[in-house]
T-cell receptor, first 115, second 116 residues
Framework: TQLLEQSPQFLSIQEGENLTVYCNSSSVFSSLQWYRQEPGEGPVLLVTVVTGGEVKKLKRLTFQFGDARKDSSLHITAAQPGDTGLYLCAGQGALEKTSYDKVIFGPGTSLSVIP | EAQVTQNPRYLITVTGKKLTVTCSQNMNHEYMSWYRQDPGLGLRQIYYSMNVEVTDKGDVPEGYKVSRKEKRNFPLILESPSPNQTSLYFC???????????????FGDGTRLSIL
């Protein structure tokens, strides 16, 4: 069974600070996605990474896929109150055909940015 | 507007009373999926469907049924709901890329179920 872990579980920071959240697994994924979820809404896709070592930037957000495609990180520069939300990583399996189409979500990192 | 629509958004019911949560998407997506979200556990996949009449179990399928008779609809059925199925449920859909890999998913706004 594939398992995605995220850390930290909760994070509360002041506006303007930088932060990094992590997504780790013992399994290799063909792709990994990051979503952000706000209260009362469904998750919304931020980015997809597919190549080991890949780095993608989305304004102040930087996403990296580990070389072995087992982990990923999300770095936010100069956090703003609008960044507040639950950040979820999700992986799609690569090694086992039976899990090829399954999507595994991590438990999420709840971020609160205080003005 | 491209969207995934779930109904109802909120439901309080009693143990054993059959219920159905509907999900409809207007993007002609092949892949649809149901998740439940619980504190500390994140989103867990219940069932998914890769196309009409093709469904497969996710990680937590016990106590649930689904059907995919039409491409746009993917209802979730709880034949005999129990209190441990109290949760926040999300339906999602995505298209398939050229190599058959599911694309990132579009989520509905969620259905909050309370089983008393």
């Amino acid at each position: 069974t594939q398992l995605l872990e995220q850390s930290p579980q909760f994070l509360s920071i002041q506006e303007g600070e930088n932060l990094t959240v992590y997504c780790n697994s013992s399994s290799v994924f063909s792709s990994l996605q990051w979503y952000r979820q706000e209260p009362g809404e469904g998750p919304v896709l931020l980015v997809t990474v597919v190549t080991g070592g890949e780095v993608k930037k989305l304004k102040r957000l930087t996403f990296q896929f580990g070389d072995a495609r087992k982990d990923s990180s999300l770095h936010i520069t100069a956090a703003q109150p609008g960044d507040t939300g639950l950040y979820l990583c999700a992986g799609q399996g690569a090694l086992e055909k039976t899990s090829y189409d399954k999507v595994i979500f991590g438990p999420g990192t709840s971020l609160s940015v205080i003005p | 507007e491209a969207q995934v629509t779930q109904n109802p958004r909120y439901l309080i019911t009693v143990t054993g009373k059959k219920l159905t949560v509907t999900c409809s998407q207007n993007m002609n997506h092949e892949y649809m999926s149901w998740y439940r979200q619980d504190p500390g556990l994140g989103l867990r996949q219940i069932y998914y469907s890769m196309n009409v009449e093709v469904t497969d179990k996710g990680d937590v399928p016990e106590g649930y049924k689904v059907s995919r008779k039409e491409k746009r609809n993917f209802p979730l059925i709880l034949e005999s709901p129990s209190p441990n199925q109290t949760s926040l449920y999300f339906c999602a859909s995505s298209s398939y890329a050229h190599q058959g890999k599911p694309q990132p998913q579009h989520f509905g706004d969620g259905t909050r179920l309370s089983i008393l």
